[in-house]
């Protein structure tokens, strides 16, 4: 099936105009899964903001450190069910996760259910529901493929207008009914839509705190970029084999490695005559490869501007080049070799302020993961 993404979009306002939001949501990339996590915090403004963060804290904080996610969830509902009525912390949440197969739980403690969105219709997701002595907790599993994807939300959205413009609020089914019109014209963003209809029913800012966010999934875009020799020449053939093994745009960063390659290949490696920078270093031609730079100061010149409008771009850059690559990227394998560079430790480069490879890579990584790109790191 190759690597499907999901893409994540999110709408919220507060209660009341230029007040601080009682929910607070997150998101979070594995190479197994994407976890989106939604809460709202009993009360309003400050309090509730902080409430539902600490909620969102614990939980990543649970996952991360290899905790499951019915176990995860199961801690938190114990904790909140303690809390209830009394002035510890208090937050309902939910939690959703999609496999890298597709496989979707949403387990909500509770909150609205949520929307399952294919492909020509949206449906309310089936759920269990379960008692938790007068709490409510339910499970929702679904598999999604590409072009489908859920939307989940807190009750501002599920109240919305109630006294007002709805009588009890505006539930799952008309809510889908709204999004089916809307698939039909042809709708870009879930989120948005489902939160400003939300909004238009409390009449604009009055009511409750209101937050989407919805997941679509859809074929990821996957650049690998091989970036220094390994420390052991005897497996370069079997390295340079397993990087062309590799699905999506291939990136090849340092002339050395470059040189590697080409030699397994049996190919010739060509310096770019049309570099007219006067800043980044010259690009190379390899058959084969979609890309080939310089290594550490090329990485350098990209940890640099990633973040920088790219209608601000150098034209004809190996540096640019490799910035648009990974802006459009969903996921980038960086295959980061071992062999020591003497290089890195001439005083002209500390002088200049090149970082190693080495540590240039991981730093790039994580700029490329805030920017919410999955990134995975293999040595070699």
């Not at 937050?211 to 390295?239: E, F, L, Q, Y």
């Not at 994580?366 to 040595?379: F, N």
Request: net charge neutral; aromatic share 8%.
């Amino acid at each position: 099936m190759g690597y499907i993404h999901i893409e994540i979009d999110t709408a919220q306002t507060p209660k009341k105009q230029g007040a601080i939001c009682g929910d607070a949501f997150t998101w979070f990339r594995r190479p197994e899964a994407t976890v989106i996590l939604l809460a709202d915090g009993i009360g309003s403004g400050i309090k509730a903001n902080v409430y539902a963060g600490m909620t969102l804290s614990r939980l990543q904080s649970l996952l991360e450190n290899g905790v499951s996610l019915r176990n995860a969830f199961a801690s938190l509902v114990k904790t909140m069910h303690a809390a209830r009525g009394t002035d510890l912390p208090y937050a309902v949440f939910t939690v959703a996760q999609i496999l890298k197969n597709g496989e979707t739980t949403i387990l909500a403690y509770e909150m609205p259910e949520g929307i399952f969105i294919g492909r020509h219709a949206a449906t309310p997701c089936k759920r269990r529901d379960f008692t938790f002595g007068n709490d409510i907790i339910s499970e929702t599993i679904l598999f999604l493929e590409p072009g489908e994807g859920i939307v989940i939300f807190s009750d501002g959205i599920s109240q919305a207008g109630m006294g007002l413009t709805t009588r009890t609020g505006w539930n799952s089914k008309e809510i889908c009914n709204f999004l089916n019109n809307q698939l039909n014209d042809g709708m870009n963003s879930p989120a948005k839509v489902v939160h400003d209809k939300a909004r238009a029913l409390w009449q604009g800012f009055r009511g409750d705190d209101c937050t989407v966010i919805s997941a679509i999934c859809r074929a990821g875009k996957i650049v690998n970029i091989m970036t220094g020799p390994p420390a052991d020449r005897s497996k370069d053939a079997a390295i340079v084999g397993n990087f062309f093994n590799q699905t999506g745009a291939k990136v090849i960063c340092g002339a050395t490695t470059a040189k590697v390659v080409a030699h397994h290949l049996g190919r010739q490696l060509q310096i770019n005559r049309n570099d007219h920078s006067l800043i980044a270093p010259p690009g190379y031609s390899l058959e084969g490869i979609d890309l080939v730079s310089e290594g550490a100061v090329t990485l350098n010149q990209v940890y640099n501007i990633l973040d920088v409008d790219p209608v601000n771009f150098e034209p004809d850059s190996s540096v640019s080049r490799l910035c648009e690559l990974l802006i459009e990227a969903d996921r980038v394998n960086f295959f980061v070799g071992t062999a020591e560079n003497e290089a890195h430790a001439d005083i002209s480069f500390k002088q200049r302020g090149i970082i190693p490879r080495g540590k240039i890579v991981r730093l790039l990584a994580e700029r490329l993961r805030q920017l919410g790109k999955l990134v995975e790191l293999a040595p070699y």
